[in-house]
């Protein structure tokens, strides 16, 4: 019986290659551990960190500073129907009837708040005097005192138009209990009944009378 294995004691036998393959792991295994030392002496900041050591933390801040925003300001070109010069007028410390008259001459609307105090001026005006307006504007007017004592006018036989004109000039206002056409027939209160300003005078205007249905003819036969 012949042994089939080769010598493996003429130097090309496997042997020579595993020691060579250990050499050449023991070298790296010493490279690992010199840089390992390296790293450790010179403090190299990218040296990976080893397990249960410490890794520092760094943050950088990758947005930009924060900025106040700007002030929003209003576009200067604004569009406005208000007819050019139209303003409330100066009407502080004037006697409410005088400013009334200054908001009509200028064909604004007027609504009159009295107070508790004592006179007949205006104290504060809404909106302001000199705020642009347009035609027809109501301004409240916030007068010192309480609501002058006035008598109910006669505005019977009247249109209806004309007596409201009149109602308002007095300082009451007219409330239609029948439409707004044709002459007065009645009111209430009656003429020369007390009253303040601001109240109201009910007017009934009109054709009162009641005209009687038209007769239907009787067929013929």
């Known amino acids: 019986m012949t042994d089939e294995r080769q010598p493996d004691g003429d130097g090309t036998g496997p ?13 790296v295994l010493l490279a690992v551990i010199g840089g390992s030392a390296g790293w450790i002496l010179a403090g190299d900041p990218d040296r990976p960190a080893a397990s249960g050591e410490a890794t520092p933390v760094v943050t950088a801040s990758t947005s930009a500073p924060a900025t106040t925003p700007p ?14 010069g139209l303003t409330v007028p100066e009407v502080v ?60 006018p006669d505005v019977g036989a009247l249109s209806c138009s004309d007596a409201a004109d009149d109602l308002v000039d007095a300082g009451l206002y007219p409330r239609y209990g029948t439409g707004r056409q044709g002459p007065v027939t009645a009111q209430e209160p009656v003429a020369g009944s007390p009253a ?12 009162a009378r009641s005209e009687s249905p038209s007769a239907t003819p009787s067929p013929t036969g």
């Open 15 to 27: 042997r020579p290659a595993r020691l060579f393959l250990g050499g050449g792991l023991a070298v």
């Open 93 to 152: 410390g004037v006697d409410f009837e005088q400013a009334r008259r200054e908001l009509r001459d200028r064909r604004l609307g007027w609504r009159l708040v009295f107070g508790t105090g004592a006179g007949r001026s205006v104290e504060r005006a809404s909106p302001a005097p000199g705020t642009p307006v347009k035609r027809g504007v109501t301004v409240s007017l916030f007068v010192t005192g309480p609501a002058p004592a006035v008598s109910v």
């Open 196 to 207: 303040r300003w601001n109240d109201q005078v009910v007017l009934t205007c009109g054709d």
């Open 71 to 84: 002030a929003t300001t209003a576009p200067t070109g604004t569009r406005t129907s208000t007819p050019a």
